[in-house]
């Protein structure tokens, strides 16, 4: 009797296995009726979003036979996607360093679309309007600034009545590009900031006397400063614009107070990128759009970049037609894309980036061979 | 003893005849099945060590007793004291908080409440473990720490602040938080299993302790408690394993700090354990020293666990079998 049971089970597990072993293999064979073309990315939390609505719109609207995944891992996770070449493409929102760079040779750049940081704080009486400079945001984070009537901030903001209040700094415990993009910022308003803590998705947080807090993602800060007064901490435009966060206006180079918006965002790529990009296959680590000459620019505006290599028959499992639709995609992706990008609260990408992306797109190659991006 | 595995062996396990009946076929999908939780875990352990081997050859023994934390590039140390004595005190603080009340919860449930209430609110106890920790963080996030704050941690701050694990501003979102947080989580576990423990104490030994004219307390004290004392340890260790474990709510609530700063000096200060580190980084993670690290840390938190369930493993058989008597 369980002999019986035994040999029954047995056979069931077998069965599972093997009928899980053909359908997967059935599953994976390209149906011949509708030939599909499948393609991978993964990379950056930060445009996924905007991503998203881009592959979505393509998928179904644009080119139907074209799936495109695209998995938010993180940058780094992206990256090292790309290193060991498991992905048609990957997003980042920091440029390739010089060793990620030895590591996925003839990879190119193609910005895709802008990130900017807005601090938002929480100062009970003081609704909106406050005004900060780089420097002093870059002492209060380190902790030099403590306290809110200090004399730097209340010089800046003369008309407001502020608190004698310890601050306290909200940071995201996450690594992430709104971070990288942030101390990017600080370490170039603030030389001892550089010097004592520097640039990077996640750094050594300096103690602020008032109290220091890591949050996790853009909720999380959002709903940390919210729910502590006197606090201040850093969001990603996007995110404070779909939220009506109170953010404060940002002293740039030309002397201006700048609310952080939309078009002042684009008018930072705008003019920071007039000053002369690098093409798409040079190293991009030295690319800052943080405090663009505009007098109406937003000062801490940075690109996040899609990396594909730029001669395609490297990537496992590429062919002819993958290839075809991959630059495509891209080409799509800095064009019809970019009109979705103000719905989702992200800047679009001016002309003069494009025509470097589009230079990009075309030098982009499959055994040699040009691609047609129409 | 001769442990290898030989003719005889093989004989004993296949009932003397080492052909492929069903009975044998079945026996060999089941060590299978059991050898799959060694490979496992074996497969898990090489892995996180040779992925740590970076960051252990360039800080060496200051990779586990080093405070200090830098992922920007070209400035890296990596220490991860400041994270295991953070998982330890917020587990701690879980156990202080979450084991009286299961306990409370079990024997209300076993010894006293009347019938209509055992089996629904037994039913609602479970049906805590059943919620997801992100939804535990989340609520923890936006409603629970607040009213830590306001009427735990501001009150005491008020009153014995000049006490060192009371110092600090709070905020709500710091190692206090995270623990009490924690406990909430472990109390279903631990209640739930405690309440089977007690459940299953002989009525035998409640009468005899009653006929001898001991009160309800004296009763549960000195025999329910101690009778089941092996099983109920163990629900607290399986609490504790979610505890040292758990990383959403904790990442939510802790607060983050990190480097000399997460020490965890106060409970009224932001901190990290090493669940929540590994979480809060490890995605966004580049460089080889970096993710070393964060894999380096991983191993400890391996390794911490297994300490915790063998040391378990060893009080239940040495410790209790020996003084408990009534044991087993």
């Not at chain 1, 048609?88 to 060793?99: N, Y």
């Not at chain 1, 007064?229 to 969001?235: A, D, E, L, R």
């Amino acid at each position: 009797m369980n002999t019986k049971y035994a040999v029954v089970i047995a056979i069931v597990a077998i069965a599972i296995i093997i009928g899980s072993v053909a359908a997967y293999v059935y599953l994976s064979q390209p149906s011949a009726s509708a030939p599909s073309i499948t393609l991978n990315g993964a990379g950056a939390t930060f445009p996924y979003p905007l991503l998203n609505s881009i592959i979505t719109k393509y998928s179904t609207n644009v080119k139907p036979n074209v799936k495109i995944n695209y998995q938010s891992i993180g940058s780094g996770g992206g990256i090292s996607d790309l290193k060991t070449k498991t992905v048609d493409f990957a997003a980042s929102d920091a440029p390739l360093s010089a060793s990620d760079a030895a590591g996925a040779p003839n990879a190119v750049h193609i910005p895709q679309t802008i990130g900017a940081v807005t601090l938002a704080y929480n100062l009970p009486g003081v609704s909106s309007g406050l005004h900060l400079t780089g420097k002093v945001i870059a002492d209060i984070f380190q902790g030099s600034i403590t306290m809110w009537n200090d004399p730097a901030i209340q010089s800046l903001n003369s008309n407001v009545t502020l608190p004698s209040k310890a601050i306290v700094t909200v940071h995201r415990s996450d690594g992430s590009g709104t971070t990288f993009i942030f101390t990017g910022y600080l370490s170039a308003s603030s030389s001892s900031w550089n010097s004592s803590v520097g640039q990077g998705k996640s750094v050594a947080w300096p103690n602020a006397p008032g109290g220091t807090i890591g949050s996790n993602g853009n909720t999380g800060v959002a709903s940390t400063v919210n729910g502590t007064q006197c606090s201040i901490g850093y969001v990603e435009l996007a995110y404070a614009l779909q939220n009506g966060m109170t953010v404060a206006a940002i002293q740039n180079p030309a002397g201006n107070w700048i609310q952080p918006s939309l078009q002042s965002t684009e008018l930072a790529v705008q003019s920071g990128a007039s000053t002369g990009l690098p093409s798409g296959d040079a190293s991009w680590v030295n690319v800052s759009l943080l405090n663009a000459p505009d007098a109406n620019a937003y000062p801490i505006v940075s690109f996040t970049y899609l990396l594909v290599y730029k001669e395609l028959n490297v990537v496992s499992g590429m062919n002819q037609n993958k290839a075809t639709a991959l630059v495509q995609f891209l080409w799509y992706v800095v064009h019809d894309g970019q009109d979705l990008a103000p719905a989702q609260a992200y800047a679009q990408l001016p002309s003069n980036v494009v025509q470097i992306d589009e230079a990009t797109i075309r030098s982009i190659t499959y055994n040699g061979q040009q691609l047609p991006t129409t | 003893m001769d442990y290898a595995l030989t003719q005889s062996h093989l004989q004993k396990f296949f009932s003397n005849k080492i052909k492929l009946t069903g009975d044998n076929l079945f026996k060999i999908i089941a060590a299978a099945v059991a050898a799959s939780a060694i490979v496992i875990l074996l497969i898990t352990g090489y892995t996180l060590t040779t992925g740590s081997v970076p960051v252990l050859q360039r800080f060496g023994s200051n990779f586990f007793f080093g405070t200090a934390w830098n992922p920007v590039e070209g400035r890296e140390v990596y220490g991860a004291l400041p994270y295991v004595l953070g998982t330890l005190v917020t587990s701690g603080i879980a156990l202080l908080i979450g084991v009286p009340l299961s306990l409370g919860i079990a024997i209300f449930l076993v010894e006293m409440a009347p019938r209509v209430l055992r089996v629904p609110i037994g039913y609602l106890v479970e049906l805590l473990a059943a919620v997801p920790s992100v939804i535990y963080g989340l609520w923890g996030l936006f409603i629970f720490r607040f009213w830590i704050l306001n009427y735990v941690e501001i009150p005491i701050s008020n009153t014995l602040g000049w006490i060192p694990i009371f110092s600090g501003t709070p905020f709500g979102l710091d190692i206090f938080s995270a623990g009490t947080i924690l406990a909430i989580m472990i109390i279903p576990t631990v209640a739930s299993v405690s309440k089977e423990v007690i459940n299953a104490v002989p009525n035998s030994i409640r009468e005899g302790a009653y006929s001898i004219g001991a009160t309800k307390w004296e009763v549960i004290r000195n025999w329910v408690l101690s009778y089941g004392r092996s099983g109920i340890f163990g629900a607290v260790i399986l609490g504790l394993g979610r505890a040292v474990g758990e990383t959403m709510a904790v990442s939510m609530l802790i607060g983050n700090a990190t480097g000399p700063a997460a020490m965890p000096t106060s409970l009224f200060k932001p901190g990290q354990t090493m669940a929540s580190l590994i979480a809060n980084g490890f995605l966004e993670a580049t460089g080889t020293l970096q993710v070393a690290a964060y894999i380096g840390v991983g191993l400890i938190l391996l390794l911490l666990s297994l300490l915790i369930n063998v040391g378990a493993h060893v009080m239940v058989t040495r410790v209790l079998k020996v003084k408990g008597g009534a044991i087993e």
